[in-house]
């Protein structure tokens, strides 16, 4: 089954900052617009950020200014970094296409932001 794995999350304190990235295969990388999306306790998943095949890049207006969505093609990777988090960020973050595929959700990383 094809998957993406995402790593990178941890606790962190309010006004800090993390670096996530997600690995997977060459062909669900080529072409196609990547996102980050995250879960809440108890809320639906959200879309976060996505980026082009080449280099264009959207926001969720919650996080614009604080995080930064990037690729690197000649790795399938494609990464978030978040900075000035805050304790509402806490979640689970996943990357998916956008649209997002229901055959490439992974296991996501914990990212959690305390007060």
């Known amino acids: 089954q094809v998957r993406l794995v995402e790593f990178g999350g941890g606790l962190v304190q309010a006004g800090g900052s993390l670096r996530l990235s997600c690995a997977g295969s060459?062909?669900?990388?080529?072409?196609?617009?990547m996102g980050w999306y995250r879960q809440a306790p108890g809320l639906q998943r959200e879309w976060v950020a996505a980026i082009s095949s080449g280099g264009g890049t959207n926001y969720v207006d919650s996080v614009k200014g604080r995080f930064t969505i990037s690729r690197d093609n000649a790795k399938n990777t494609v990464y978030l970094q978040m900075d000035k988090l805050k304790p509402e960020d806490t979640a689970v973050y996943y990357c998916n296409t956008d649209p997002s595929m229901r055959e490439y959700w992974g296991q996501g990383t914990q990212v959690t932001v305390s007060s």
């Open positions: 060459g062909s669900i990388f080529r072409m196609n617009v």
